[in-house]
């Protein structure tokens, strides 16, 4: 199983950046689809992206689309998230987790999740 640990979370203002780390522990990170999640107050968690297990193939939530991108360094078993164009509305703790499958489908199942980093974007 790989261990999960968020950074990078913090406070900004709208119209604002920032770049959220995750770094696993595990020989298994490099060959697990990856992604990140977020849970809003009083909300569902939701998927923001993923990415497969050589980055090759990314994926995105509309509601993120074209403001966040999801990356990977396999050798620094870290995945990160740079988020821009930050809105109210993506405040939210961010968690990450990792697959055992190496391709990501809508179907994935992510079985390790990280302790989650909170984002709040202030208007």
């Known amino acids: 199983q790989v261990q999960l640990v968020e950074s990078g979370g913090g406070l900004v203002q709208a119209g604002g950046s920032l770049s959220l780390s995750c770094a696993a522990s595990?020989?298994?990170?490099?060959?697990?689809?990856m992604g990140w999640f977020r849970q809003a107050p009083g909300k569902e968690r939701e998927f923001v992206a993923a990415?497969?297990?050589?980055?090759?193939?990314?994926y995105y939530a509309d509601s993120v689309k074209g403001r966040f991108t999801i990356s990977r360094d396999n050798a620094k078993n870290t995945v990160y998230l740079q988020m821009n164009s930050l809105a109210p509305e993506d405040t939210a703790v961010y968690y990450c987790?990792?697959?055992?499958?190496?391709?990501?489908?809508?179907?994935?199942?992510?079985?390790?999740w990280g302790q989650g980093t909170q984002v709040t974007v202030s208007s």
């Open positions: 987790a990792a697959s055992r499958d190496r391709l990501y489908t809508t179907g994935t199942l992510f079985g390790s």
């Open positions: 595990g020989r298994t990170f490099s060959s697990s689809a």
């Open positions: 990415i497969n297990w050589r980055g090759v193939g990314t």
